[in-house]
């Protein structure tokens, strides 16, 4: 099935500061890659997606970027601030089933002031 | 409208015990999945229903059941619960059959099985 690998697992930045995370997906067939924020003891809601006939999407301080050659798609979140300190779940379709998501293991966010 | 609902928010188990985990949407979609998440793993589907009426496998069904009992509930039911079954349990809900669509989550069940 679909694998989907995420890093760092824990990431410290600096207030206004960016921060990149990175996910590696292994089915070329794959065509939608969302990004999830889990604020502690919430639930996950998705931030940003972005689809396979793109190679970027922004809105705001967020953008995902795809590289579909490389297989690999990555969140960048700019001028980072206290509240965008969350867990941040990358996702693929899993292999052989439009129905199904894989999720990546996490990255812990944390915004220092 | 409420969205996503779960009940419980927290339950306690003993091993060997059996309970069902309570789903509801009030935004009239289709599919509606059952996670769990665990320290370090991320989401883990257990099972999903793409519809009312079916309901398939995910990556990780052993020791779970389900049942779409009508488009808005999809409920979760542990037999016999194991102390590998404590994790917490999102229930979630798509419009439609594809994952290429927002998953609308619900608050999570905390389950611990001692």
């Known amino acids: 099935g679909e694998n989907v690998e995420q890093h760092p697992s824990t990431l410290s930045v600096q207030e206004g500061d960016s921060a990149v995370i990175k996910c590696t997906y292994s089915d070329s067939a794959s065509n939608y890659f969302p990004w999830y924020k889990q604020e502690l003891g919430k639930r996950p809601q998705l931030i940003i997606d972005?689809?396979?006939?793109?190679g970027e999407k922004k809105d705001q301080r967020i953008a995902v970027t795809l590289n579909k050659t490389a297989k690999h798609f990555s969140l960048h979140i700019t001028e980072t601030q206290p509240e965008d300190s969350a867990v941040y779940f990358c996702?693929?379709?899993?292999?052989?089933?439009?129905?199904?998501?894989?999720f990546g293991s996490g990255t812990q966010l944390t915004v220092l002031p | 409208n409420a969205g996503v609902t779960q009940t419980p928010k927290f339950q306690v188990l003993k091993t060997g015990q059996s309970m069902t985990l309570q789903c509801a949407q009030d935004?009239?979609?289709?599919?509606m999945y059952w996670y769990r998440q665990d320290p370090g793993m991320g989401l883990r589907l257990i099972y999903y229903?793409?519809?009312?009426?079916?309901?398939d496998k995910g990556e990780v069904p052993n020791g779970y059941n389900v049942s779409r009992l009508n488009k808005r509930e999809f409920s979760l039911r542990l037999e016999s619960a194991a102390p590998s079954q404590t994790s917490v349990y999102f229930c979630?809900?798509?419009?439609?059959?594809?994952?290429?669509?927002?998953?609308?989550f619900g608050p999570g069940t905390r389950l611990l099985v001692l």
């Open positions: 935004m009239n979609h289709n599919s």
């Open positions: 229903s793409a519809s009312e009426g079916t309901t």
């Open positions: 972005i689809r396979s006939n793109v």
């Open positions: 979630a809900s798509i419009p439609l059959a594809g994952v290429r669509e927002t998953q609308y």
């Open positions: 996702a693929a379709p899993s292999s052989g089933s439009a129905r199904q998501l894989t």
